[in-house]
């Protein structure tokens, strides 16, 4: 096979990876320090790309921009508000998700939290739908997607290693917050064992709600992602994305954020992958085929350890 | 306590006074013996839909108010297939179920999406309710060689079911003509959204485009919850085609494969579909040219399965416009026509819907319709069997018809 063709389907499998990757880290974080399937956090991301669209069309309109920004310096602004927004907005809504919808059920039967999680799901669904509409609509794409590296028969996007770059440094900011900062011990030290944590001092309740808030800001950034990359967006994205960034959140170990890194971009390896060799039909049954064949001989995922010590 | 219990005989007395008031009007309603009926529709009517099933509606109720049938008053019953912002087959399903079950419905129109009809073909059989579509294109639906006997088990012999679009071997027929003659394309890449309507057409289309000569250099598939299409693209481009043709519609990625071949250097590749991509223009929400961002080099191509040149063209727009205030679908004045025909069978033979169903399917009597002269056969295929080609315009942002081609017989 052609190495340009080999190189240019990496770029792509490493682009989808990375939203993939960026998901899971939210179902993962949530899931390691409360044991909860966050199910409406595939809606979190796409909520988080329906406030990129609000905040894309409305600094479009007093910029004056309605597609891909010529203009470095504005590019970089526009870039860096339209993520500051839509992660912080969603971190919020994180924040609330957690406070009315699963503390009040913290210490009830397992299933009562996922109800409610299934429940939220269906509410931001129907709230999107309410305020933006029930259609598809476009994203304005501010970074050109025709703008590329040549290297031999192989176009690489500026577009492609920007969101590769994006989220390896997100990933690296949380795992520099999460194993050196107070907050991060904290988080890592409630996650084990949320009673002790409590006794040494630690405020569960802060500590969960951030956790809550960065999985959820992540989601958000993912969702600015998907604007840029897709240019476009509906509200029944967050269900299929969820699936799969919560299949990749398994794969990896669900509870370890390296694993949902690494599930994210396997994920998008098997469905590439499955394309190129001829059987793109057939992506989800194979990448659910490789799930199933990786729990039964490894149940806690790649690179999950056993969580022995959970009462 | 006082003022609730006062408010409690108010209401009462209100729907006393409301009861009386409209018993006597919906008797006497339409001055003496004019009886109550309906047409039933079913379309998808919401979400990404609403380019398909809005301007459908539009042409029934264009054409019930248009035409009287004496000792009738005609209403439009009508029911929204799609869930989601998509057409579901099961709601369709619940949907006929709803009508069959409505007596006052005397005939449907709809639904507009083949599987669709797959799921509803069985009920309105067994139920005796006749059925036209105006869109669904799908050989399955009518032909017994190809299954539809296995839709119709109820009542074999019965049909309940016809259609005034022509079908899909003749619409991918149309498709590989545009592709081989018009963009004088060698080679093709087709893709396909694994559904009922777009395999089919894209069967027909690579059946097609070989006989011509072509050469089919991939064929690949992605279901409606696809978002992501470049490494499908990426494979595509390594093959080098000359012409990529998908068969589905736009709420099942139409719009979404297009715009990304745009984003991936893939814009000068000539693109063509059928009927589920041809759903307005630029400017409507959610249409296949509105998702794939117009480009000054979009080179698109799109076929309807209906006449173009219908005989009256400026009439029927006018008509159209007045009501509604926007230019008709591509599939308005086939919802016109199918209704034409039920409401001359009303007028012929009463709302009974045996006899309705017994005149519509009767393979002798000619219709006059906004679409011209035609007939079904003995399966409820029209005997026209037209196929209007359109390019994207870019001046406009919109489809622009170019040709109509009739294939006579060919396809049946």
Redesign the interface.
Known sequence: M?PG?LL??TI??L??GAIYALIALGYTMVYGIIELINFAHGDVFMVGSFVTLTVLTTLGGTLGFDGAISNPLLLAVVLIVTFLVAMAVMGIVGVLIERFAYRPLRNAPRLAPLITAIGMSFILQNVVQVIW??????VP?IID??A?IRIGDA?IRYLSLFIIALAVVLMIALQVFVRQTRLGRAMRSTAIDREAAMLMGVDINTTIALTFFIGSALAGAAGVVQGLY???T????GF?AGLKAFTAAVLGGIGNTTGAALGGFLIGFI??AS??V?F??WS?AIVFSILVLVLVFRPTGILGQQLAERA | MRVLRLGAVITTAALVFTACSSSPSASGGGGGNVQEVKIGVDLPLSGGETPNGGPTLNGVKLAVSKISVPGYHVTVEAEDDAVNGVHDPNQGAKNIQTLVNDSAVFAVVGPFNSSVAKAEIPVSNSAGLIQCSPANTNPSLTKPDQGAKDLRKTNPDKIAYVRVATTDDIQGAAGADIAYNVAGAKSSYVVDDTETYGKGLADVFVDQFQKLGGTLVGRDGAGKNVTDYTSLLTAAKAKNPGFVYFGGVTATGGGLLRKQMISNGMGSIPFGGGDGINDGSAATASSFLNLAGPDGDMNSYSTVAAIHDIPNPDQFKADYKAMFNVDPGAYSASAYACTQIFLEALGKVGPDREKVRAYVTDTTHKYNTALGTLSFDANGDTSQHIISYYKFDPSTKDWAFFKQKDFGSSGS
């Not at chain 1, 509906?234 to 994205?237: K, R």
């Open positions: 052609d063709y240019q389907q792509n499998f682009t989808i509409g029930p259609s598809p609509v476009i794409q997607v025709h590329a176009s897709f240019g476009n509906v509200f029944t994205i299929q469905e590439v394309t190129v001829g793109s039909r989800e």
